[in-house]
């Protein structure tokens, strides 16, 4: 059984920053691709940032892209999602997932290992 856990979503205002942490089931990201994936309302849930199993590669939406960072760290199980100048059009709903498959800078859940998600609203 995989547990997912996120926090840090809030308010903040346009061009401002927030740190999203998942905390996950003991060696979940040194076992499994870890995604970050957004449901903004009325929209389909969407990939923002994946860092693969082996830590050594990252990948990112173009809307994201040079803006979000994605890390983990091994030692106490956690992936985090640091968010700068964000945006309006950021506001979602967070979600992290455990066993995102990459390929050709494309990113899709494979496995039903989510979170509960975090919200971030980015308003002014």
């Known amino acids: 059984q995989i547990n997912l856990v996120e926090s840090g979503g809030g308010m903040v205002q346009p061009g401002g920053s927030v740190i999203l942490s998942c905390q996950a089931s003991e060696q979940t990201v040194s076992v499994y691709t870890m995604g970050w994936f957004r449901q903004a309302p009325g929209k389909e849930r969407e990939f923002v940032a994946a860092i693969r199993w082996t830590g050594q590669s990252t990948y990112y939406s173009d809307s994201v892209k040079g803006r979000f960072t994605i890390s983990r760290d091994i030692a106490k199980d956690t992936v985090s999602l640091q968010m700068n100048s964000l945006k309006p059009e950021d506001t979602a709903v967070y979600y992290c997932?455990?066993?995102?498959?990459?390929?050709?800078?494309?990113?899709?859940?494979?496995?039903?290992?989510w979170g509960q998600g975090t919200q971030v609203t980015v308003s002014s």
């Open positions: 997932n455990a066993g995102t498959y990459c390929s050709d800078n494309v990113c899709r859940p494979t496995a039903d290992y």
